[in-house]
């Protein structure tokens, strides 16, 4: 049997396996402030890091790059604690902030966090507590101990108020003996009372234990110390007890340590709150349990062989969780399950183990709970026996029967009843069950004291179910519903719900606890109570979306009652939110309304609220009761409007107009129709409102042709009225006009005829006329408007209405005389009247237009008088001047001097009447009023040129010159000559000239200007030294005649010379430019001709030299540098000491070679400017001509050259002398080193190289030596090289495509001893090896594995076939499947046993497992059973099986399948069993079928039972036994004659039959020592009058004789005892039959103690009787006992 254990011990994690290094394991290093996180810190190369492992997470440890000397984490969160120095920090890591910071002033030794937000510090002389809540800094809390001066401290600790602090050090203390000791100390400190207490201790924490009795739980300090006496464990309370409670007794006891752990001590205890134990933990690894309560020692084992040094409370399993040396996490708990009966078993405790199960509800005391009851029971002690009844765990004695043997004990006199004591222990204990409950709360209800249940509800004393809601319910339904609500049961609390009028809760409550009762059954309850609870309710069925009940049984409900206004109150409610599929519903409600209250329906449909009835049926039921607009708004019949619509005194008038826009058009004028011709008296009024609110859509036309045929003109002129100023219909607007006129609105008429702008004014003035009105101004308005007037005259003056004529002249319009006068012209009215008329109008109208209408009739001196007047009246209007011009004109008046003198009359008009009449006046008057262009045409016509020419040279106007000027002008020449001979001769200002001239160039008429200006300027004329006319005969000649621009050039000197000159280079005259620049003496601009344009150096040298100015040769000189003369150039340059262009001159020089020529420019130009791009380009020149010396010299002084500039163009042009010197000067090593590389100066360039310490020089000096075969020198480069990962695979090709391996392996073997060595180098010296050295690459990776890149190493491995390599370097990349991969392909090479089992068991892919068992077979079948064993833990056992019966070679695995046959598979078992048959050995099959039981059972009896050997059947009838098979199993060992195996397997089948039929078939066989054996072994099953008959039938009576004086005895015994419950039976009825009915006892309060009862005399009652009312010993008056 296994043994029990009280603990349960688990390893969480091996923190070696998730990337921790071993040394980083310690108590420095490594803290664990709770069972969340460990933090490790550790360093990793130069690198310091920080790992946070979540031990809920333990696959993603979080690595951060954190130097500090400590780190602890926050015991809840991802908070961390950082302590550099005397820095302390405090960093969220998942918002990635700081929290906190602060500098201590002296150092901090430990520190821990004793609370989520709180860190205590500890140093050399105080403790500090620093809050993590805002900016709070350490808080001093106590002064350290003397005591704990040079001490370790290991521990900080503090109770869960932290008015108590404990701090814990330890320190050695060196002995008189060969061994030292660990002194242990402590300081406890109380806040409340601030002083401290000195403690020799090792281990220490605080718990939190209730005492029984105590109403609140005691502060403990426990401690454990191993002195020189030994060890000890110390349980105090500390501060004082609280009120009410007993103080805890202290508690201590010896701690144990085996001798060979003399040196062990305690280093780490924590409490478990959940079971009150406590956890000590030892240095040696030592776990002990105690018993907080008793300081009992429950357990001690060894637990672990490495030191615990860090240890935490396991929250989940309130247990302890620790850190050992070896990196292992485990934890230690209670084992629930054991640890009671480990105590009863093992430690033989019984008290201990009742006291742990009752306080902490653990299993495993049943038995001596039940057995301590009986006996308390039996012995009388009911109220020790109740106690340990409610204190028993798991509820196991609180059960009915319990109740009943209480109710069964009678009451003693004067004592309480032990029911009621056991029911006060349980309530002060907590809470009832459901039959404590019950029983209880029955006698209470019936003696009316329901205050009691009141307050154990309350207290939730009772558990509440459906019975006692039941039983409450009869005597409070309102107490009964809190029952039924505590208890859950929904239908009572709906019920009492609906009973007590609570109606609002019962749809809240059924939602809650999701159940449905029958609303409409609840309805009809609730509405027979209360209608208007009733109402409320069903409105809260309805109130969701979906409806808790069907609405129209909700109705029905209502209807039963005739309840049609609270009907329609719900349905109003029910149907708001107006769905269609509730369209019935709402023509219901309707229905309803209107039949007993159609005032409702009306409001119901005035408000909108449903659309989904049925409209045709409403609206018919809305007719009938005399809801007409309610009817309408819901007929959709044409014929059923029609009916209705013609009531309009019934209706809204606003409503019905309002109505008419839901119609058709169609249906709208068939009801005005139906409505006019019903009453067109009543309803004229209301068409005229439907007909102007709609005549946009009915169209006016047809309402206008509706109206018509009724002969209804005053409609039409209403209707027409109210739109007409809004229409732009002309038909409206006529129609209108019409209707005016026929009902006598003159004014109407007026009014449109003025405003409207929309009417036919034909069609008007036509109808006017035809209507003969009294009145004749509208007509006069209509024709005024649209200027008819001629008609109008002619029909007034036709109709002898001439007043009318005169009214319209003089009030309405005076501005249409003129038109006025030309009608009555036309109707030879008399002149007299006319003048009249005009002189009455006066001045109102167009004087332009009256003229203009006489004149068209000739009669033009009708106006002479009235012009006259007119003038002499002072008018100055252009028209009355005209008008009299003309008149002059025509009469030949003296014309001209008019048109000279007058101011107001207009020229063009009356020059254009002067055209034809005579030139020469309309010349005279456009002249007047400058109107050109008409002149113009005018003296075209006539050939008036000379007036013309004289015009234009006064006019000055350039637009009119060019005009006449146009080559297509016929007339240009005759004008042109009357200019030149006539016009200029006569004009002596300068101005007229100008413009003159200026037109001329315009126009492009050179010939024609070149003789203009001749005749002005070269005939000494007063214009001739101008200096403007100069200028423009010269360019005129230019530009039309070059051959006189010479002669021009040296006849005249006024004129603008470079402006000239530039015209002439402009117009390719050279030679004429030369001449004005040299005339002028602007030598630079001539000798600029001579180059650029003539193209002549030699005359321009010449020219130069005759000058000889520095400008000149500056010109020459850059000439001559653009044509390639560059030696010339330079000469010229130094004549004009000009140094300007020395880039230029630099770049021709550099380009053609001309170093010498360059160096003299520059030496010029060096003494003129200094400058940088000069003293550059002259050191450069030194170098090309080779003259170093001057160079060394130049460089050696002063300057500003560019040295390294020109250094590297010397390199480029392989100069490398000079680029030496140049180098050198400037201290540029690294190009020095190349420049001496291409010298062949080797050892110097290395030395430069060195000097320059740069990548790319040693680089380019190494690469040189390589190419020279200098590989000492080129290794000393390559040094400087390798460091630099980035150049070193340039460096390895380049060795390797020269072919210089061994060289490159030394340089690599070189520079692994480098200071700076790095990853690359060790990975490509490994390649290397394994291409050109593979014997060296094993060793190389052996010493360097964790230094090179393992997966590119791998890739060469690969490739170079070096299968040993690759394992090795699989394994040290945890690639650990392709390193099994690897030996199974290559076992020659690559497989080692001890390296292949370690592996194997770490790979990821289980499918190698089972290639693994393959290639043993194959390889190493002899070590397959090892192999087997390693794989155990992780292999599929049954595919194992499997494929180890497919190859055929189980045999060969036995013992792999007898060490994991503990596994109970199925397959193995099957698969053992069957070997071992093969094997024939029936002791080990025997002993495997009892031991593992999963197999088929069935299928091995059947192969057993047919087999040859005996031992074998036996086990096959075994197993047909273990399977209830009892006949197959007794069959088969009658048939082996296994005579006791067959008795004991009927006896054990409890089957009478096959009892029986082993009995018969033994006397069959006449086996009667088996038959008489058989009696005794299946003595139960055997019917006593079936044996003595076989017995008596085969004479063998002696053989059945002790069988049946057995049953005699059992009968006898029987009998006796029902003779005597028979006669116990019959005394307890006589005695219950004498008792009295009632008793007077005195009052019981359950809370009352034993003293305050007085004295009761004793009864009995017999088992299922019960006393009276009144009559249980100690109940109150009323109470009902049980």
């Not at 020659?1388 to 077979?1417: G, R």
């Amino acid at each position: 049997m296994a043994q029990i254990l009280p603990i349960q011990f688990q390893e969480h994690l091996q923190l070696q396996n998730v990337g921790i290094n071993a040394a980083n394991i310690g108590f420095s290093t490594l803290t664990m402030e709770s069972d969340k996180f460990i933090c490790i810190r550790e360093k990793v190369g130069e690198t310091a890091q920080v790992v946070i492992i979540d031990l809920s997470d333990t696959t993603n440890p979080i690595r951060r790059p954190i130097s500090a000397d400590s780190a602890i984490m926050n015991p809840a969160s991802k908070v961390i604690a950082l302590k550099a120095g005397k820095t302390l920090q405090i960093f969220n890591i998942e918002m990635k902030s700081k929290v906190k910071a602060h500098n201590m002033t002296e150092e901090v030794q430990f520190w821990k966090w004793i609370s989520v937000n709180t860190v205590a510090l500890v140093t050399d002389t105080a403790c500090y507590h620093w809050s993590m809540e805002g900016d709070s800094q350490p808080q001093k809390v106590f002064e350290r101990h003397s005591s704990l001066a040079g001490c370790q401290i290991i521990h900080y600790r503090t109770d869960v108020k932290q008015q108590w602090l404990l701090l814990i050090g330890i320190s050695a203390q060196v002995g008189d003996t060969q061994t030292n000791r660990v002194v242990g100390a402590m300081q406890l400190y109380s806040v409340e009372r601030k002083v401290s207490q000195p403690i020799e201790g090792h281990a220490a924490a605080f718990a939190q234990f209730t005492i029984p009795g105590n109403a609140s739980p005691s502060t403990l300090f426990c401690f454990a110390v191993r002195g020189a006496q030994g060890g000890k464990l110390h349980v105090i309370e500390v501060g004082q007890p609280a009120q009410g409670n007993q103080p805890f007794p202290k508690k201590a006891t010896d701690v144990f340590f085996p001798p060979e752990a003399q040196n062990d001590f305690p280093v780490a205890m924590q409490v478990g709150q959940k079971y009150d134990v406590i956890y000590l933990i030892t240095k040696y690894g030592y776990i002990h349990l105690y018993d907080i309560e008793t300081a009992t020692c429950i357990y001690m084992n060894r637990i672990s062989g490495d030191t615990i040094f860090v240890t935490a409370p396991h929250d989940a399993s309130s247990g302890i969780i620790g850190v050992n040396r070896k990196g292992q996490v485990l934890s230690v708990s209670v084992e629930e399950d054991s640890i009671v009966q480990y105590i009863t078993t093992t430690l033989q405790n019984p008290d201990l183990a009742l006291r742990i199960a009752s306080r902490n509800n653990l299993p495993g005391a049943e038995e001596l709970f039940v057995r301590k009851f009986n006996t308390l029971f039996q012995g009388g002690q009911y109220s020790d026996a109740a106690k340990v009844a409610a204190g028993a765990p798991k509820g196991i004695l609180r059960t009915p029967q319990t109740i009943q043997r209480f109710q069964q004990v009678p009451a003693q006199q004067g004592q309480t009843s032990p029911l009621l004591q056991y029911f006060g222990i349980l309530l002060d204990q907590g809470q009832l069950n459901k039959y404590e409950s019950l029983e209880l709360c029955r006698p209470v209800l019936q003696q009316g004291r329901k205050q009691l249940l009141e307050k154990w509800l309350k207290e939730d004393k009772l558990e509440c179910s459906e019975e006692l809601g039941d039983l409450v319910k009869v005597v409070d339904p309102t107490l009964a519903l809190s029952v039924y609500l505590r208890a859950n049961v929904p239908s009572k609390v709906i019920q009492c719900f609906a009973e007590t009028g609570q109606t609002q809760k019962i749809v809240l409550y059924a939602k809650k606890v999701g159940y449905t009762p029958d609303y409409i059954f609840l309805l009809r309850s609730i509405m027979r109570i209360n209608p208007d609870q009733g109402t409320q309710f069903a409105q809260m069925l309805v109130k969701d979306d979906e409806p808790l009940a069907d609405i129209n049984q909700i109705v029905d409900v209502f209807m039963e009652s005739n309840m049609v206004q609270q009907c329609t109150a719900f349905l109003l409610e029910a149907l708001s939110k107006n769905r269609p599929q509730e369209g019935p519903l709402q023509t219901r409600l309707l229905e309803m309304n209107l039949m007993y209250a159609p005032q409702v329906a009306d409001a119901i449909l005035g408000n909108q609220m449903f659309t989904h009835y049925d409209r045709a049926h409403i609206a018919q039921l809305c007719e009938k009761a005399g809801l007409l607009q309610r009817a309408l708004e819901h007929y959709t019949d044409l014929y059923d409007i029609k009916r209705a619509v013609v009531h309009t005194h019934l209706l809204n008038p606003e409503w019905l107009v309002n109505y008419f826009g839901s119609l058709s058009v169609e249906d709208s004028l068939e009801c005005i129709k139906a409505m006019l011709q019903s009453n067109i008296r009543q309803n004229l009024q209301v068409c005229v409102q439907i007909a102007t609110k709609y005549h946009e859509q009915l169209t006016t036309q047809a309402l206008i042709e509706i109206f018509e045929s009724f002969k209804s003109f005053e409609g039409l002129f209403y209707f027409l009225g109210s739109i007409v100023n809004f229409s732009q219909d002309a038909e409206v607007h006529f129609k209108y006009i019409q209707a005016a006129c026929k009902t006598g609105q003159i004014k109407e008429v007026e009014r449109i005829c003025r405003e409207s702008n929309c009417y036919n004014p034909e069609r008007v003035k036509n109808f006017l006329k035809e209507a003969k009105l009294t009145d004749q101004l509208p007509l006069i308005i209509v024709c005024d408007r649209f200027d008819y007037v001629h008609d109008l005259v002619l029909y007034l003056y036709r109709n002898n209405l001439q007043k009318y004529i005169e009214i319209y002249v003089q009030k309405v319009n005076p501005s249409r005389l003129p038109v006025v006068v030309g009608g009555l012209l036309d109707v030879d009215c008399g002149e007299d009247a006319i003048k009249q008329l005009i002189l009455v109008v006066r001045g109102q109208f167009s004087t332009d237009e009256l003229v203009a209408e006489v004149e068209k009739r000739n009669r033009l001196k009708l106006l002479l008088p009235w012009l006259e007047m007119r003038i002499h009246e002072g008018s100055v209007e252009p028209a009355t001047h005209n008008a009299l011009a003309k008149i002059y004109i025509d009469s030949n008046n003296n014309p001209e001097r008019f048109l000279r003198e007058n101011q107001y009359y207009d020229s063009k008009v009356v020059g254009k009447y002067c055209e034809k009449r005579d030139p020469h006046l309309a010349c005279v008057a456009y002249e007047r009023g400058h109107c050109d262009f008409e002149l113009i045409n005018v003296c075209n016509e006539n050939s008036l040129f000379k007036s013309e020419a004289r015009y234009l040279v006064r006019r000055r106007d350039p637009e009119l010159w060019a005009h006449v000027l146009q080559e297509d002008n016929e007339y240009r020449s005759q004008l042109i000559d009357q200019v030149v001979q006539t016009a200029l001769s006569e004009t002596q200002d300068p101005e007229d000239i100008s413009v003159t001239v200026k037109a001329f160039m315009t126009a492009d008429l050179p010939n024609e200007l070149i003789e203009l200006l001749e005749k002005i300027v070269l005939d000494n004329s007063m214009f001739s030294d101008h200096r403007n006319l100069q200028n423009l005969l010269i360019l005129t000649a230019i530009k039309a005649d070059r051959t006189r621009v010479m002669e021009y050039i040296n006849r005249l000197d006024n004129y603008d010379a470079p402006d000239i000159a530039n015209i002439a280079i402009s117009s390719e005259l050279y030679e004429e430019a030369f001449a004005i620049f040299r005339k002028f003496e602007v030598n630079t601009s001539a000798i600029q001709v001579l180059i650029d344009h003539i193209n002549n150096l030699d005359r321009a040298y010449e020219f130069a030299e005759k000058c000889n100015e520095p400008a000149v040769w500056s010109q020459l000189a850059r000439a001559q540098l653009s044509n390639g003369m560059v030696k010339e150039a330079i000469d010229s340059y130094i004549k004009a000491d000009d140094p300007s262009q020395y880039m230029e001159v630099v770049n021709v020089a550099s380009r053609c070679n001309n170093w010498e020529d360059l160096v003299k420019y520059l030496q010029m130009a060096r003494k003129k400017a200094r400058e940088t791009f000069i003293e550059t380009e002259l050191v450069f020149a030194y170098a090309m001509t080779n003259r170093l010396a001057d160079l060394e010299e130049f460089i050696s002084g002063p300057n500003h050259a560019a040295i390294t500039q020109v250094a590297d163009r010397c390199f480029d042009n392989k100069m490398y002398e000079a680029a030496k010197l140049l180098y050198n000067n400037v201290s540029n090593f690294a190009r020095l080193a190349i420049t001496l590389v291409h010298l062949g100066e080797y050892q110097g360039a290395v030395d430069s190289a060195r000097k320059a310490n740069s990548t790319k020089t040693w680089k380019e000096v190494c690469f040189a030596c390589v190419d020279n075969e200098e590989f000492r020198l080129a290794q000393m480069c390559g040094l400087h090289i390798v460091v630099h990962a980035d150049e070193l695979e340039e460096l390895i090709n380049y060795y390797q495509d020269r072919g210089y391996f061994e060289e490159l392996i030394s340089l690599l073997e070189a520079a692994l001893g480098l200071e700076r060595a790095h990853m690359g180098i060790f990975t490509e010296l490994a390649i290397l090896y394994s291409k050109y050295k593979p014997g060296k690459m094993r060793e190389h990776l052996e010493l360097f594995w964790s230094r090179v890149n393992i997966p590119k190493v791998l890739r060469a491995a690969d490739q170079a076939h070096l299968w040993a390599e690759l394992v090795f370097l699989y394994d040290k990349y945890e690639e650990f499947d392709n390193a099994i991969i690897t030996m199974m392909n290559h076992p020659t090479d690559a497989w080692k046993e001890s390296h292949f089992k370690d592996v194997v068991t770490k790979v990821a892919n289980i499918e190698l497992y089972y290639k693994a068992l393959q290639f043993y077979l194959d390889y190493k079948p002899l070590l397959l059973n090892d192999l087997l064993l390693v794989l155990t833990p992780r292999m599929d056992h049954t595919r194992a099986v499997t494929f180890f019966r497919k190859v055929g070679q189980i045999p060969l695995v036995k013992p792999y399948l007898r060490a994991v046959q503990n596994n109970n598979n199925k397959a193995i078992n099957e698969a053992l069993n069957n070997l071992l048959i093969e094997e024939e050995d029936y002791q080990g099959l025997r002993a495997s079928i009892d031991a593992f039981d999963n197999f088929d059972n069935i299928a091995l009896a059947q192969r057993l039972e047919k087999h040859e050997l005996i031992e074998f059947r036996r086990i096959g009838a075994y197993l047909y036994k273990g399977n209830n098979r009892w006949k197959q199993s007794v069959d088969l060992c009658k048939k082996d004659r296994l005579f006791k195996d067959a008795m004991l397997y009927a006896s054990e089948s409890r089957n009478i039959d096959i009892a029986e039929e082993l009995i018969a078939w033994f006397l069959e066989d006449k086996n009667y020592e088996c038959f008489a054996a058989s009696l005794f072994q299946c003595y139960d099953l055997l019917r006593p009058d079936v044996i003595l008959e076989l017995s008596w039938r085969h004479n063998i009576m002696d053989f059945a004789m002790p069988y049946m004086i057995q049953v005699m005895r059992e009968y006898t015994s029987k009998v006796d005892k029902l003779e005597q419950s028979d006669a116990v039976r019959s005394e307890e009825e006589q005695k219950a039959t004498d008792k009295p009915l009632v008793f007077s006892e005195p009052q019981l309060m359950l809370t009352a103690g034993p003293s305050s009862m007085p004295g009761m005399p004793g009864q009995m009652y017999g088992p299922g009787m019960y006393p009276v009312q009144g009559s249980y010993p100690g109940a109150m008056p009323g109470y009902m006992p049980m």
